[in-house]
């Protein structure tokens, strides 16, 4: 089990950028999966984007691609959801969640798929 923190929620303005970042502290992200979504008021928790462990290939859901990424940097121990041209539609609680040996062509960005969760971070878009 791995203990997640999620940081860099906040206020931004429509058409602009934010970087999310998904930290664990004690145990090294590289053999996870880490994924990020979001959970909108009356909304189901919807997949956004995946790195998968050990250098693998990223997987961004297509709702989102060409405004989002993902990437890791192992020597801060995290992952990373930068987002920009961001939309009021966007404004909603992020998670990262992360599971051991995850290939996200093979396993996609599934809620179910995950084990471990963090607790989450707002991001409110202002028109």
């Known amino acids: 089990q791995v203990q997640l923190v999620e940081s860099g929620g906040g206020l931004v303005q429509s058409g602009g950028s934010l970087s999310l970042s998904c930290a664990s502290s004690?145990?090294?992200?590289?053999?996870?999966?880490v994924a990020w979504f979001r959970q909108a008021p009356g909304k189901e928790r919807e997949g956004l984007a995946c790195i998968s462990s050990t250098g693998g290939p990223t997987h961004i859901v297509d709702s989102v691609k060409g405004r989002f990424t993902i990437f890791r940097d192992n020597t801060k121990n995290a992952v990373y959801l930068q987002m920009s041209s961001l939309k009021p539609d966007d404004t909603a609680v992020y998670y990262c969640a992360a599971r051991t040996w995850y290939s996200c062509p093979v396993f996609g960005v599934l809620v179910q798929a995950m084990h471990d969760w963090g607790q989450g971070t707002l991001v409110t878009v202002s028109s």
């Open positions: 004690g145990v090294s992200l590289d053999t996870y999966g």
